[in-house]
């Protein structure tokens, strides 16, 4: 399976780090954001990944080099302008002739790829969408009851929402939804896809995950770093 990996982002709520680097090459531990996610791939077998650049390419593409050192192939699509969270894949149509993933670059997850790839390719779906469940807690009594009586106190209940991972299982057939060369983002692919009756498959991550998006996320991937992520410091073997 290929895998397509979004890392053209501005990065500006993570400013002024990403001023300086783009934010999938924020060290986390020993690695960047970017190594980790390529050396987690590796070990689920997928051997040709394909960074989609805009922010501070040239540093991307001179920092990961070709791959070898992690043990896959890598490649690079620099996009003229932004192409959102989905229209970058069209510049690589010709390399995704079969299953492929497509994830952000700014996530940080234990998430089992293997199992997610088994579960779109059986269920023979145009796009897969990885979900994670979160749950919020909420710091007031919640108060039960219609018209003027109180019926009951629920004491600070959670809020749980089921939301999108930011990781994706796609087959070729998403490009007849998809438009070719301009911004696109993955909600309105979801959206477009459900007007047409296509069905979208939805399986989720009960692994460890996180979105890199705020400095305190930042700093929360750091002190997770050992826990999670400090074993795909050794590169995995290539899978053919």
């Known amino acids: 399976m290929k895998a397509v990996i979004l ?31 390529i050396l987690n791939l590796a070990r689920h077998g997928v051997s040709d990944i394909f960074i989609a650049t805009n922010y501070m390419a040239d540093y991307v593409e001179a920092f990961l080099g070709d791959g070898s050192k992690y043990n896959v192939r890598l490649h690079f699509s620099r996009e003229d302008k932004p192409l959102g969270t989905c229209g970058p894949i069209t510049l690589l149509k010709e390399y995704l002739d079969d299953l492929f993933l497509l994830m952000n670059g700014d996530i940080l997850t234990t998430f089992d790829f293997t199992a997610g790839a088994k579960f ?9 969408v990885v979900t994670k469940e979160l749950i919020t807690p909420f ?33 070729p057939s998403v490009f007849e939804v998809v438009p070719t060369g301009v911004a696109y983002g993955m909600d309105t692919l979801i959206k477009d896809c459900l ?21 305190h996320d930042y700093q929360t991937a750091q002190k997770v770093y050992d826990k999670h992520f400090k074993y795909l410091s050794k590169p995995a073997l290539c899978s053919e």
Not at 120 to 128: F, K, M, Q
Not at 196 to 215: A, H, P, S, T, V
């Open 195 to 215: 007007a047409q009756k296509r069905q979208i498959g939805k399986f989720r991550c009960n692994e460890y995950w996180l979105d890199i998006g705020q400095l």
């Open 7 to 37: 890392a053209g982002g501005l990065g500006s709520r993570l400013a002024p780090f990403t001023q300086i680097i783009p934010k999938p090459l924020l060290p986390i531990g020993e690695k960047a954001v970017l190594e980790l996610q």
């Open 139 to 171: 710091h007031f009594g919640r108060v039960l009851g219609e018209g003027p009586y109180v019926e009951g106190v629920q004491e600070k209940p959670d809020i749980v929402f089921e939301i999108l991972a930011g990781i994706y299982f796609m087959r």
């Open 120 to 128: 779109a390719r059986e269920l023979n779906v145009d796009l897969t």
